[in-house]
């Protein structure tokens, strides 16, 4: 079956929701599972407190970096969409360019294993959130892209998209405790 090959604004568009809603899942299950809140909020640990503003405005900040990633799967959309594995491809630009060959030296990427004091296995415990972020980003992207008609799919990630900006909005709102 041929695919038509997505033009850059509704991919641009997929790309921000899946990318959103990914990070959200995989943030959230990591914060729990490897007590984020624990690591941000130790002395020194480089993060802003686990109760910042900022933190919240992590998942509504990701259209900047979806539209990113959008404008990079765009160059190869004739070698991820519509192609048997093509998510497999698109997975392995995420992890080969994003995370392990990155040009600066962050935990976890090649010059981060080289450069900084933090211990390897802390430094490999990210890869249960970024590993699995890039892969399911990956395979949903393709899937949405490759079945532009299945609109209940379309309807429910835009839910998603809209709960994943207005959970932490309304956790701002919240009273404090």
Known sequence: MEYPQPRFLPLAVKTVICHTATYFLMGALA???LHY???FNQPNSGYRPFTSPWILFGPPLQVFRGVL???????FRE???GKPNGW???????IGVGILGTFAAPAGSLEGFIFTTTPIALQLRSYLEIM?????LSAL??????????KRLS????????LCLALPVLALMAPKR
């Open 88 to 94: 497999l491809r698109m997975a392995w630009i995420l």
């Open 132 to 136: 699995s972020q890039a892969l399911l």
């Open 141 to 150: 992207l393709c899937y949405w892209v490759n079945h532009p008609g299945k």
């Open 69 to 75: 990633f959008a404008s990079v799967f765009y160059l």
């Open 155 to 162: 309807w429910s990630l835009g839910v998603v998209y809209f």
């Open 37 to 39: 809140e624990e690591i």
């Open 31 to 33: 914060s729990h599972f």
């Open 79 to 81: 070698s991820l969409f």
